[in-house]
């Protein structure tokens, strides 16, 4: 799915967080941004998701101009076509492994066991689906969260610093995940980091400031 970003600009009350941001991203493409703690990528994240407004400026999905859709179109068109990793993973504490990756598709009255396991044994949880969340470590947690982003093949994967709890070796894992299933699926990826190693896998890498954004 292509993205398109024009003139974007975010404030909280008088408090401005971010403008001038201008961004095109190409169907299939894996872009990073970076950028200080606070300087607003998770709500920039948000913006791109249509779970969040923004102030000034456009974004385009696919051509389509999500600031002119209803809440219910935005709410749709994430359920179909768009993934996300939240920071802070918000995997629903009384559904089990299975379950929490099974609800995008359920969401979608497109219920597919095979798939869901396929995805867990793709993330290195396939033997854990009956768990709970709170019987698993903060890595697998993150591994449960990439898995339902990608369960219902996505056009469009936002992650939001996807490996920011993880050691070095679990989160190359990750990122293995993440980067092939996004080609997988031609879908594109924009993934919010602070690990070189990960940004080191994007096609670009970028740096978010109050005042745009811009090549690293
Ligand atoms: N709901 C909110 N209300 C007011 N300010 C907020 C809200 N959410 C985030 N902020 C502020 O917006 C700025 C950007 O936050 P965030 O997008 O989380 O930054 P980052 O992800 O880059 O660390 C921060 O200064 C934060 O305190
Ligand atoms: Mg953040």
Redesign the pocket.
Known sequence: MSLQLRGLA?R??D?P??ANVSLDVAPGEFVAIA????????????CIAGL?DWDEGRIALDGEDIGALSPDGRALLRRKRVGFVF?AFHVLPHLNVAQNVALPLLLLNAPDDARVQAMLDAVGLGGLGERLPQQLSGGQLQRVAIARALVHRPALLLA??PTGNLDPATAGKVMDVLASQARENGASLVL?THSEAAAARAGRVLV?TPSGIAPA
Do not use: I, R
Not at 38 to 46: A, E, F, H, I, R
């Open positions: 975010k909280y009350g408090a967080v971010f950028g200080e703690s606070g300087v607003g990528k998770s709500t920039l994240l948000n969040e920071q939001d610093e919010v978010l």
